[in-house]
């Protein structure tokens, strides 16, 4: 196994997303662009990655030099963009003292901790074992390295195996680790996916340190890592995971903007949410959702500029285009597990309503069950409620987005062609972590906001 | 609205929020520290041959990987092969695991329809139903077979 190439390419998603920080302001020191290196490493497999997606629908063949031009070309018109736009002020919670600072810095250890032992595992234990692994998302990421992209209609080719519509974003990405590789090195793949899981964790504490302080972020944050399932899921090799992590840091940069109407944060999110409209069937839809909410969520907070999250709407649409248009022209046979069209027959639908029953109850006992999330979702639902007295905005922005998502994936299995039972019983469990994670990655700004006014009076009485 | 604002009320309110929020987490914290040993169990990393990595998802399944490795040595990397299944693998499941794992496992060589393809990959297949020729037959065992086919 070479880990030299597939590191390659990791410092060219890092240098990608820092490129594009700076050209949107969001880092311009040496100091932000530490701070913001898990942000940048995710932004830059959105942006790069929507780019190699964008390139192998145009027919590239995906060697080597082709990422390299990518990230050129990315790199010099966000360098270009940052000339014309301003960096903002990045505002920071202050320093804890005493039992605080002694609460933030075992949360924080604990996190690190865990997280380095989940990266020992993934590099000399993980193997991804998911049976949708190795039917279709490996498969098809060999087929684009093997047979130097896409070639649709090649037998035994890309899109030979099932679900040949799935966006490829993940596909693409990990071809593209199999070219920086020298082979198809599978077992290197793990240890990226937890690159991902641990930069999103950075990332995330990154954006909230604006607004929380230490003692509540990093135990908050602790409680999501420490959760069996984010740990279980990386380097099983789905795609669920990565658009889980991608949704909940889009719903934390659109959380924050939501009180600060910082344009960067927004156009973070924009990108964020066209890497998930790429990464998953899901991922296009929950983006939509997400950015709905975000303008209510801000119509409700006050002040201008609410009506900009719903930009996100068509530039999200307009994403998703080319792999659909790609699809129709290529003319790729394949069967949707669901279409959505079927949402506008009520006939289909009144004849299937055992079924959304059936979603409606085992979805919320998936995303409640302790052995799977611990109490990441309670809290998050039991904070929410709380706040709706202190700052509604974020209540609407937490139960908007979770119970949209919640109906909106309760009416895929509705929809869904496969027998209920079966198709539950294997993605249930993936899918909810979209909203679990969402919900988790949010805790630590509804709580902060919760305890902000008892800690501003006290530092004043102080 | 600033403490000095709040009525009585409002700051006993305010108090009876955070003992809340405050007591929320501890809660959480408290249940999540009890799962601590079984995420240190789970994510002990032990050094694995790659071989034993590589071929895990069949593993996991209880898939007889000897077809796998028999396949991958023996069929060229730039042939093609169809999959025949049939009675001689009596698991339904073994036989859709087995067929589906080793599309992704032969890969460079392409899976394509039998009449077109260098080798044919049995699962409890027959071979000889085909009325194809073939140059060289490979027993992996357990009813499972590979046959080239002779041009």
């Known amino acids: 196994m070479r880990v030299g190439g597939p590191l390659v390419f990791d410092l060219l998603l890092l240098g990608t997303g820092q490129a594009v920080l700076y050209g949107i302001g969001v880092v311009r020191s040496r100091g932000q662009a530490l701070v913001y290196a898990g942000l940048a490493l995710v932004v830059g497999w959105c942006a790069l990655g929507a780019a190699i997606v964008y390139a192998l629908i145009l027919g590239a063949s995906l060697e080597v030099w082709q990422p390299i031009l990518l990230t050129a070309a990315l790199a010099a018109g966000a360098l270009a963009l940052g000339r014309v736009i301003r960096a903002g002020d990045d505002t920071l919670e202050g320093r804890e003292r005493g039992p605080a600072q002694v609460c933030a810095v075992a949360a924080a250890a604990l996190v690190v901790g865990y997280l380095a032992l989940l990266g020992l595992h993934a590099a000399l234990t993980t193997s991804p074992t998911g049976w949708d692994t190795w039917a279709f998302w490996l498969p098809r990421a060999k087929a684009i390295f093997s047979f130097h992209g896409l070639h649709p209609h090649l037998q035994g080719g890309f899109d030979s195996f099932a679900h040949p519509e799935y966006p490829p974003l993940v596909p693409a990405i990990d071809a593209t680790v199999f070219r920086f590789a020298g082979d198809a090195s599978v077992l290197t793949l793990p240890f990226q996916d937890w690159l991902l899981a641990t930069a999103f964790v950075a990332a995330a504490a990154a954006v909230l340190r604006r607004r929380v302080r230490p003692a509540v972020l990093w135990p908050a944050l602790c409680l999501l890592v420490l959760a069996p399932q984010f740990g279980a899921s990386i380097g099983e090799g789905y795609a669920d995971p990565e658009l889980a992590r991608l949704i909940a840091l889009a719903a934390v940069c659109g959380g924050v903007w939501v009180l600060e109407r910082d344009g960067r944060l927004l156009a973070v999110t924009g990108i964020l949410l066209v890497g998930a409209s790429l990464t998953k069937r899901e991922g296009l839809g929950l983006g939509l959702l997400l950015a709905v909410t975000l303008a209510l969520a801000a119509r409700v907070e006050g002040g201008r500029g609410w009506a900009r999250a719903l930009l996100l709407v068509p530039v999200l649409i307009f994403a998703a285009l080319p792999w659909q248009i790609w699809l129709h022209v290529e003319r790729v046979a394949y069967k949707p597990d669901y279409s959505l069209r079927t949402l506008f027959h009520p006939g289909y639908l009144s004849g299937r309503l055992g079924r959304l029953g059936i979603a409606l109850e085992r979805l919320p006992r998936i995303a409640l069950s302790f052995d799977h999330w611990l109490l990441v979702l309670p809290l998050a639902l039991l904070l929410a409620f709380l706040v709706i007295g202190t700052r509604s905005s974020l209540a609407v922005l937490v139960l908007g987005a979770i119970g949209a998502g919640y109906l909106g994936l309760a009416c895929v299995y509705w929809i869904g062609t496969l027998p209920v039972d079966w198709y539950m019983r294997t993605s249930a469990s993936r899918v909810v972590a979209s909203l679990v994670v969402l919900a988790g990655a949010l805790t630590p700004l509804v709580a902060a906001e919760l305890l902000r006014g008892e800690r501003v009076s006290s530092a004043r009485l102080e | ?151």
């Open chain 2, 1 to 151: 609205m600033t403490e000095e604002a709040a009525t009585p009320r409002e700051r006993a309110g305010r108090k009876w929020m955070r003992a809340v929020v405050l007591a929320a987490f501890a809660v959480s914290g408290i249940a999540a520290l009890t799962k601590i040993p079984h995420l240190v169990r789970a994510a002990a990393p032990e050094r694995v041959s790659a071989r034993t990595r590589a071929l895990a998802p069949a593993t996991f399944y209880g898939l007889d990987t000897r077809l796998l490795e028999s396949a991958a040595r023996d069929i060229p990397r730039d042939s093609t092969y169809a999959v025949i299944a049939g009675g001689g693998v009596r698991s339904r499941f073994v036989r859709i695991a087995e067929r589906t794992f080793l599309e992704y496992w032969l890969l460079p060589r392409r899976r394509t329809h039998v009449s077109s393809s260098d080798w044919i990959v049995s699962i409890g297949g027959d071979l000889q139903s085909l009325g194809l020729r073939y140059s060289r037959l490979v027993r992996v065992g357990g009813g499972m077979a590979l046959a080239e086919r002779l041009r």
